[in-house]
């Protein structure tokens, strides 16, 4: 049988709603945790799994800083885009693996959002490969881009940079984000016993380091089938 | 005339030395200066203590029978090791990120994972940290062997040794006959497969597409004509793998369409006795699982029965939309070849050499049978462009073909018994679909090395510091 809550546990209930304890919280509780217990960026785009039968889709949600936030600058790399689509369509198309993909500006980047199936680094070592040369107009308003151009000749440091701007992709069980920030510290997952009433200070954490996430794998309207047998029952070709 | 200098690469890159035996030493460098000494004398033609490595020839010339050495001895190198030996900090950064990680980290991406995971894997695999080298010793005697292996244990602290040896007629233990088809580089004419461009396993040159470099690890005289190598300790299930075969060969000669698997007139043998109608569809099942008969013969140029492999052309086919040959088989969804995949531009992109002989039987206490593999090495300029983007997406995930996709390949595929499928092709176009086949090869081991020139060689052993 439940225990009727006494004044102590209605207290510590009540505490978040408190103006105090939020001003407390924020400027002393999270810096203190902060500091004493950092926690590693954890990396980009999706987990690799053993066995993707239930969906082989996945998401890439590409977040890249404009060198010149600027509207100038956005528009330099908005033009980017509208003036390669043609290209950049007809090499998401070659990749072959490619449902979906399209461009945001948000704020000073510019976005790459996309699904695709299997493994990211051959999705975008394929990309590179059909359409390097036009994406590297787009790299050249990037913050880091210049680097990296052309990109079909620093491919494997493309693919690695892609990855770090790939958003982190949250777990869409929540205790998951244990294991992988004991991943990220180089602990066996599983190997450490965690608290669950721990899960939200270790979010709070997790998105000082993180401050971007995209949260779960979000939803699907049909199984996850491969573009190409999309495609096939639609008996438009693959 | 090729601008490779063949003096200067390594010898068991371009070609196999086909002798009967091979040993690799898993080696760790406890002695910094003692190693770079070696390797500063190995890379110069030997010494009376230490062994010459052994470098490539012109390909398109054989040794002279007079003039075989009576060993070789090739280097391979860790990330790991080249950290031991001292590589700057800043040059061992520029190393591909598959390879600063290494094999064991990227097991879910390999499908080594349940028996197969790095956490059951054998010593000394199991601390990968203490692999430096490989070094990879073949000769005709296990006396020449020792030899070497004697020179080797001198400047290294061993923590393994893998025996291999070559099995009669090039077979590995499922029965097939291996390393028929290889990349072929610019020296040799094939009149199906187009040549493959140096760059398919030396960095620096150019690849299949156009355009497209793999990143060459500085300093120059390091990364340059190097390559990379997955070295992989393959266990062979032999017994679950005939044992699946009695299995489907009876369902496909209970089936009603079994006259659409083999004419019911057939009449083959398996080289040395006839077969009944069970026994050759074995036979059919093997060779749809694998691409090939189990003599050899690529199945899509002889469906319906098991010819002389003398008499057929053994690497010169394609796979054309009525090819009988099943797109998952494990032939086809390694090397595509010409025929359509999902990834257009993906054809003879992540063309792998193989090197492989055979181990065991190593008997384990406590295990069902004795314990056989593969020894295999699959070499190319990408570990990521080439062999994990092979096995990741066309061997274990089959995304090159909607048919195929959410199957692994039969043969190697990280398969298990509740989920595994795999469809035989029929006479008329259509399919039977079998299941419920085990993983039939599982990894006890295996790291990624570095396959540095000889030039990178001398450049590690005068490595100060």
């Known amino acids: 049988m439940q225990r009727k809550a006494g004044w102590l546990d209605k207290f510590v209930d009540d505490l978040p709603s408190q103006g105090w304890f939020q001003f407390l919280s924020r400027h002393l509780v999270v810096p203190y945790w902060i500091w004493r217990d950092p926690k590693p960026v954890l990396p980009g785009g999706p987990r690799p799994s053993v066995q993707p039968s239930e969906s082989v889709q996945r998401m890439m949600n590409l977040i890249m800083p404009l060198k010149d936030p600027s509207p100038i600058g956005r528009a330099r790399a908005a033009l980017a885009i509208s003036q390669n689509v043609d290209e950049i369509f007809a090499g998401l198309d070659n990749v072959g693996t490619v449902h979906n993909a399209r461009f945001l500006l948000l704020d000073g980047n510019i976005c790459m959002l996309s699904v695709y199936d299997g493994d990211f680094s051959n999705y975008i ?48 069980i929540a205790t998951d984000l244990f294991n992988l920030q004991d991943a990220a510290k180089g602990i066996a997952p599983g190997s450490l016993p965690h608290d669950l009433r721990l899960l939200p200070r ?14 779960g794998g979000g939803y699907r309207a049909y199984p996850g089938y491969s573009a190409a047998q999309v495609r096939q029952k639609f008996g438009v070709g693959w | 005339m090729s601008r490779i200098d063949h003096s200067q690469l390594q010898g068991n890159i371009l070609r196999g030395y086909r002798f009967g035996l091979v040993r690799h030493m898993l080696l760790e460098v406890t002695d910094r200066a003692t190693v770079r000494a070696f390797l500063g004398v190995a890379a110069q033609g030997g010494g009376a203590e230490v062994p010459a490595i052994t470098v490539d020839q012109p390909p398109d010339k054989t040794w002279p029978r007079d003039q075989k050495p009576a060993s070789c001895f090739n280097i391979g190198l860790t990330f790991a090791g080249l950290r031991a030996l001292g590589v700057a900090p800043g040059d061992l950064a520029t190393f591909p990120t598959e390879f600063r990680e290494g094999m064991a980290a990227r097991a879910t991406k390999l499908g080594d994972f349940g028996e197969s995971a790095p956490r059951a ?11 430096h080298l490989v070094a990879s010793i073949h000769a005709d005697s296990t006396a020449e062997l020792d030899k070497v292996d004697t020179q080797v244990s001198r400047a290294f602290a061993v923590r393994g040794r893998l025996d291999g040896y070559a099995l009669a007629q090039d077979k590995v233990y499922f029965g097939y006959t291996d390393s028929i088809s290889q990349p072929k580089f610019s020296h ?80 083959f043998s398996d080289g040395e006795k006839p077969l009944d109608r069970h026994g050759m569809l074995r036979e059919v099942v093997a060779a749809q699982m694998c691409g090939r008969w189990r003599n050899g013969v690529p199945y899509g140029s002889s469906p319906d029965t098991m010819p002389d492999p003398a008499s057929v052309p053994l690497t010169e086919y394609d796979y054309g939309r009525g090819s009988r040959c099943p797109v998952g088989s494990h032939m086809r969804r390694t090397n595509p070849r010409g025929g359509a995949i999902v990834q257009r531009i993906a054809n003879y992109t992540r063309r792998l050499v193989r090197r492989g002989m055979s181990y065991g039987p190593i008997h384990t206490e406590g295990d069902s049978e004795p314990e056989v593999g593969l020894l295999g090495n699959f070499i190319g300029a990408s570990l990521g462009a080439q062999f994990e983007a092979v096995m990741c997406d066309w061997l274990n995930l089959g995304l090159q073909d909607p048919d195929i996709t959410g199957a692994n390949d039969p043969l190697i595929g990280a398969n298990s018994s509740e989920t595994s499928w795999f469809d035989v092709t029929l006479r008329n176009g259509g399919t039977i679909r079998l299941r419920g086949f085990p993983r039939f090869v599982s990894t006890r081991g295996g790291v990624y090395t570095f396959l540095p020139s000889m030039p990178a060689i001398r450049y590690l052993a005068r490595l100060k510091g």
């Open chain 1, 125 to 172: 070592r394929d990309f590179i490969a059909t359409i390097g040369s036009v994406f590297d107009a787009v790299m050249k308003e990037v913050e880091g881009g210049d680097a990296m151009v052309p990109t079909t000749e620093h491919i494997e440091e493309f693919i690695d940079w892609v990855c770090a701007h790939d958003l982190f992709q949250a777990p869409d």
């Open chain 1, 202 to 215: 270790e979010l709070i954490l997790q998105l000082h380091s993180n401050p971007n996430i995209s949260l």
């Open chain 2, 121 to 131: 894997w054998s010593q000394p695999f199991n601390r990968p940290e203490q692999i």
């Open chain 2, 188 to 267: 040799v004419k094939d009149e199906v497969e187009p040549i493959d461009p140096y760059g398919t396993v030396l960095l620096g040159e150019p690849t299949r597409q156009e355009g497209l470099k793999f990143g060459v690890p500085t300093p120059q005289v390091l990364g340059h004509h190097g390559t990379f190598n997955a070295f992989r300790v393959l266990r062979q299930h032999v017994t679950a793998f005939e044992q699946y075969l009695d299995r489907a060969a009876t369902e496909l000669l209970n089936h009603p369409d079994s006259a659409l698997v083999l004419p019911l007139d057939a009449q």
